[in-house]
């Protein structure tokens, strides 16, 4: 059990926690901290607006989102340059499958793991639609673990990409996100690590990964 003390700063800082209630559902229902709230609000009460023009609430906005950018890019480990922002880690996946579409060719292999979230599963297993392959790396139960020698069988000279989670939300397996991604890389393929349900508990590393 935490000391009362302390208990009492996580609630003083995420005010749904004051409700009564324990959101135990998954890491992607992380509650909203107090200085996100207030942000949220004076923005919104500013007035929001479009970035990149000449009048002062849009040379505001842009300066807001250039932080944002700044800011999670300290949190992931990776260039500012290299952040998009986007409405869902769902959307953004998608958008990653449509782009992704361009690239491949009929008879191409995608990974996936037995432990992703519809989000990661759903962009990919579309591509089969244009004859790219989907393979399943299948988790060993009852511990629901996600075994590298297994991955390593399933790739080939045609496999193009690895869709795997960082902490799984069904079960909070944390594969060896490292390793999946120095095995898919040694056949030339992308990795994409869908990190959402993990990110409140083990920072993201995008240069390491």
């Known amino acids: 059990m935490l000391p009362r003390d302390m208990t009492f700063t996580f609630s003083q800082h995420f005010p749904a926690l004051r409700s009564g209630f324990s959101y135990l559902d998954n890491a992607a229902g992380a509650q909203v901290p107090t200085h996100v709230i ?3 609000s ?3 009460s500013q007035g929001s607006c479009n970035v990149g023009q000449p009048y002062p609430a849009s040379r505001v906005a842009t300066e807001l989102k250039a932080q944002a950018r700044t800011a999670t890019a300290s949190l992931l480990n990776c260039e500012p340059g290299e ?3 986007g409405t869902s880690a769902t959307a ?3 958008q990653l499958g449509r782009a992704f579409s ?5 008879g191409d292999h995608i990974i996936v793991s037995e432990l992703e979230h519809e989000s990661n599963v759903s962009p990919w297993r ?3 639609a244009q004859g790219v392959e989907v393979k399943l790396w299948k988790a060993r139960w009852p511990e629901g673990r996600l075994e590298l020698a297994d991955l390593r069988a399933l790739l080939t000279p045609r496999t193009r990409l690895v ?3 960082a902490a799984a939300n069904s079960v909070g397996t ?3 996100v490292i390793e999946a991604a120095q095995l898919a890389h040694s056949v030339g393929a992308w990795i994409i690590i869908d990190a959402v349900h993990s990110s409140p508990h083990l920072l993201p590393d995008v240069k390491a990964w």
Do not use: G
Request: proline letters at 8%.
């Open 83 to 85: 952040v998009i922002l």
């Open 38 to 40: 207030e942000a949220i």
């Open 126 to 128: 579309a591509l089969e």
């Open 163 to 165: 869709a795997l989670t």
């Open 92 to 94: 953004l996946t998608f």
């Open 102 to 106: 361009r690239l491949f060719q009929p």
């Open 174 to 176: 944390t594969p060896e």
């Open 42 to 44: 004076q923005f919104l």
